[in-house]
């Protein structure tokens, strides 16, 4: 699409606030998307619209919890209404409850579900109408490494691989009508998601970074800018023929 049709569709980004969606979000909105950044604080979400209207894009913070079904359809009808037809959909939300599986409770595990594996079932389902009806669209789904299993994170680990299955389904179900499905698998990315584990492991932030960009044979750790780089392929015309792939964006081979 060229911008100047880009500019008359909406692309949602879920978990838009910061981090990996609120660059995300950013770069959209400088391909010519009309974009909703969606996040469960609606007040949160504005600070990544006040950046994209500041580079000149258009933005619309938009508050809901993705898990919820009436929320989430609410959310969808509103930014049709105000920003156009979502035919970008950056399914991104998430929330970690990392524990060991003996210390893992029911509601660790039941919200990790509910956020990332319902959410993104909400929102597709939600989104899904107005790119059939456009016949075309595009789906990222965010995926992980952890997907290929992480120690004390039996809950995220599993939903991120879910993620995969839902993201090839969707390619199979929607590919007829113009609408790709593809995930992204980041490895280490510095975020404030990461910041939190390094202080919960109670290792200095610096420190983490440091050690973890050791092992990754490009030498140092992803930025959030990697991964909207990577969405903003996707959500491309020329990205039409590709769909069902996950990509693991890691700074070197996995999978």
């Known amino acids: 699409m060229s911008e100047a049709v880009n500019s008359t569709r909406a692309a949602i ?6 981090g990996i969606g609120a660059a995300t979000a950013q770069r959209l909105a400088k391909d010519g998307f009309a974009v909703a950044v969606l996040d469960l604080d609606e007040a949160s979400a504005q600070g990544t619209v006040d950046a994209i209207q500041a580079a000149g894009g258009k933005g619309l913070a938009v508050g809901a919890d993705v898990s919820d079904a009436e929320q989430v359809q609410g959310a ?15 399914n991104n939300a998430g929330v970690l409850r990392d524990n060991m599986l ?38 990222v789904n965010l995926s992980s490494t952890s997907a290929l299993g992480n120690r004390g994170q039996a809950n995220y680990s599993t939903a991120k691989a879910g993620l995969q299955g839902f993201t ?10 113009g609408v790709t499905a593809n995930a992204i698998a980041p490895g280490f990315i510095q975020t404030e998601m990461t910041k939190a584990t390094a202080d919960r492991m109670g290792i ?3 420190d983490f970074i440091k050690g973890a960009g050791s092992q990754i044979p490009v030498q140092r750790v992803g930025q959030p800018e990697d991964i909207a780089h990577l969405v903003s392929f ?5 990205a039409g023929f590709i769909s069902g792939q996950v990509v693991y964006a890691a700074g070197g081979p996995k999978g």
């Open 234 to 238: 996707f959500a491309s015309e020329g």
């Open 168 to 177: 090839k389904t969707l390619a199979i179900e929607l590919g007829k009508f």
């Open 76 to 90: 969808v009808d509103r930014i049709a209404a105000e920003l156009g037809a979502p035919v970008v959909l950056v």
């Open 102 to 139: 003996f210390k893992m409770s029911d509601s660790d595990w039941d919200i990790v579900m509910n956020v990332h594996l319902r959410g993104a079932f909400l929102m597709s389902r939600a989104a899904q109408k107005h790119m059939i009806e456009a016949k075309w669209g595009r789906i």
């Open 204 to 206: 200095p932030f610096d």
């Open 13 to 18: 980004v879920t978990g838009g606030a910061r």
